[in-house]
């Protein structure tokens, strides 16, 4: 029923270096917003002698670190020289990824939609992987990267980009240091300046060329602390708290330009016992009761092929966030 291409060796080489130097580079990056998101100045006293100062780039706030001397002088210089060091790293860093971009591409392992990536890497940067997670078709991208194989493209077309919200997750420190207040419009907008926001679906932005990107935050989730997402409306939907819930899954994944991105997004097996579930529901329409059962099978069938880590028959007795009802509906229905 399913037909998958298995990666060449080439291709699984390939990967596997695009992968180590995406890590890479995010590690410097992260490294670098950590460290540098102050700089350092020296400032007049009334009294006539200067203090080096430490000034938050984002708040504005100084720290004062001493008296212009030996000791203070050297702070200042080796703070100076780490962040050009590491401003050159970066620099050849993503010299390196072009030149990885055009390999991915050459090899044919290029895949997912340019939206998806940018989204993705956005949410890299800001360290939100365990924050933001993919949910719906958008997944499978993960399960294939994950198995070495390619799926059929009838079975990954999309135009929506759903993005789950976790509410056990605060943000990073990453995106608070630099993005406290961001609102989704304005998240959006640092991928894609098109993107705006549904009057009708508030969840909901969409770009120049018709991709939609739904960023459910649960209902749950009302009177949270934080500002971040604010002016998007929690949504109540059925069987969220099973993703919510779920364990997480994530692989790095390549686009269509040939750009690497990391990818979370829940386990595979909970995938198709969600996907089974949603598939059985009477209110769902029933262009989508197809794709999900479809899903549901698809991804069972990567599992049982591609995943001898997974112990289906044991893991799917562990899932004790999910209904035993629906567990055993799907063990009769896929596994049988």
Same mark, same amino acid.
């Given at each position: 029923? @399913? ?7 080439? %291709? ?62 050297? #702070? ?9 060091? $590491?401003?050159?790293?970066? /620099?050849? !860093? ?7 971009? /055009? ?6 392992? &290029? ?14 940067? =800001? ?17 294939? &990267? ?27 420190? +990453? ?37 939609? +990107?739904? =960023?459910?935050?649960?209902?749950? %989730? ?33 686009? !269509? ?13 909970? @995938? &198709? ?14 262009? /989508? ?7 549901? /099978?698809?991804?069972?069938?990567? $599992? ?11 893991? #799917? ?14 063990? =009769? &229905?896929?596994?049988?």
């Amino acid at each position: 029923m @399913f037909h998958f291409y298995e990666y060449t060796a080439l %291709q699984i080489k390939q990967k596997h270096n695009s992968k180590m130097l995406y890590t890479t580079y995010l590690e410097t990056l992260q490294r670098y917003n950590l460290q540098f998101r102050y700089k350092v100045l020296w400032q007049k006293h009334k009294d006539g002698y200067q203090l080096l100062a430490k000034e938050n780039l984002k708040t504005g706030k100084r720290e004062y670190l001493g008296r212009r001397d030996e000791k203070t002088e050297k #702070i200042a210089a080796d703070f100076r020289d780490s962040k050009q060091k $590491i401003k050159e790293r970066l /620099k050849e !860093l993503k010299e390196k990824l072009k030149r990885d971009e /055009k390999l991915n591409k050459l090899e044919d392992i &290029a895949r997912a939609p340019r939206e998806l990536i940018a989204l993705l890497r956005k949410i890299n940067e =800001l360290n939100l992987e365990d924050k933001l997670i993919v949910i719906g078709t958008n997944s499978l991208y993960a399960y294939e &990267a994950k198995a070495g194989i390619m799926i059929e493209e009838s079975h990954l077309a999309t135009h929506d980009i759903d993005i789950l919200n976790r509410k056990d997750k605060g943000v990073s420190f +990453i995106f608070n240091a630099l993005h406290q207040d961001t609102s989704a419009l304005e998240f959006m907008q640092t991928i894609d300046k098109t993107f705006y926001q549904s009057p009708n679906v508030p969840y909901r932005f969409i770009n120049n060329d018709g991709v939609w +990107i739904e =960023l459910i935050t649960p209902s749950s %989730q009302e009177g949270s602390k934080t500002s971040f997402m604010a002016d998007v409306i929690p949504l109540d939907m059925k069987g969220m708290q099973w993703l919510e819930n779920a364990r997480l899954f994530q692989d790095t994944i390549i686009g !269509l330009d040939g750009k690497s991105a990391n990818i979370t997004t829940i386990h595979p097996l909970e @995938f &198709a016992v969600y996907k089974h579930w949603l598939a059985q529901q009477e209110d769902r329409d029933y262009l /989508k009761h197809t794709r999900d059962s479809e899903q549901s /099978k698809l991804v069972t069938n990567i $599992i049982f092929e591609y995943m001898p880590n997974i112990d289906i028959e044991k893991e #799917i007795k562990l899932l004790k966030h999910i209904p035993k009802s629906v567990v055993d509906d799907y063990i =009769l &229905a896929c596994l049988n």
